[in-house]
């Protein structure tokens, strides 16, 4: 999808919200978000809950800061989609993501 853009995904994405469930209240965990522009594309959607996790620190922290202001209920971790188990993560395991 990277090539062809998000319209290509979009359809299937959006599918995968639960039966009853609006966009605007799907909880969505994007792991491994890198730089993607796939959170930003949602919440522009109308899915704005979006959690967007990188074991990167320094892509995390940039995207963070750079949509604090246009886009504030997306949420961003630095961890390692392997650790989610871990207690670490323990905050994020009590959350459910659709």
């Known amino acids: ?52 996790l990188d074991y990167s620190s320094e892509v995390i922290a940039a995207l963070a800061e750079r949509h604090e202001w246009d886009r504030p209920e997306m949420g961003w971790v630095a961890m390692d989609a392997a650790d989610l188990d871990s207690e670490e993560a323990s905050g994020m395991a009590a959350d459910s993501y659709d």
Request: charged share 25%.
């Open 1 to 52: 999808w990277f090539e062809q853009g998000y319209d290509v995904v979009r359809g299937v994405i959006l599918n995968g919200i639960p039966k009853g469930t609006r966009p605007e209240e799907a909880r969505v965990l994007h792991l491994g978000c890198g730089n993607s522009r796939l959170g930003e594309e949602l919440y522009d959607d109308g899915v704005p809950n979006v959690m967007n």
